[in-house]
């Protein structure tokens, strides 16, 4: 079994199933929406990630992040090191969220991820490292919109479908 799987709600009935379709699918959509702020630019899918990193645990919430980044990443974008970030991001947000609140869980993720996404995308997409500075703090804000949003709607999420199996 695998570390606090006991902490989370498992993927076990047809309702709770629904219920990860439903949120992969917000995501996705949130995933393609980007909202332009102060010259930067905005995404909230990771209110996703963070939901079901929170709700299902790390394989799941690094399965979401992955999955609904991937459109993006392979065919918008053309950076595929977005698809292992959000993996991390999702991961680390489960792993830590046993440990302390939801919103710090999510910051903290963030904190785990963002070396990764400096690095990947300075050494091996070649970007400059003014445009990754800039999308470093594009995620900064939008994490800590999302990780707000998450961080209240998960406790009661979470208790309506870990009482109903």
């Known amino acids: 079994m695998f570390p606090f799987s006991d902490r989370f709600v498992p993927v ?17 959509l949130l995933a393609l929406a980007i909202f332009p702020f102060a010259g930067l630019q905005i995404h909230f899918f990771q209110i996703g990630i963070f939901l079901a990193s929170f709700i299902f645990g790390p394989i799941v919430g ?15 974008i053309n950076n595929p090191w ?10 680390a947000a489960a792993y830590l969220y046993t440990k302390t ?8 993720a963030f ?3 963002l070396p990764y996404v400096v690095l990947t995308d300075i050494f091996l997409v070649g970007m400059p490292v003014q445009v990754v500075g800039m ?5 900064f804000l939008g ?6 949003i998450a961080s209240s709607l998960a406790p ?6 870990a009482a109903r199996a």
């Open 143 to 148: 994490n800590i919109l999302c990780a707000t």
């Open 62 to 76: 690094g399965a979401v992040g992955a999955l609904t980044s991937s459109y993006n990443a392979l065919i918008v």
């Open 156 to 161: 009661h999420l979470r208790a309506i479908l």
């Open 82 to 91: 977005i698809i292992g970030g959000n993996f991390v991001l999702g991961v």
């Open 12 to 28: 076990n009935s047809y309702l709770r199933i629904g219920a990860l379709a439903t949120l992969t699918l917000v995501t996705f």
């Open 135 to 139: 999308i470093a703090l594009s995620l």
């Open 111 to 113: 904190a785990i991820q």
């Open 101 to 108: 609140t939801p919103f710090k869980a999510a910051l903290g």
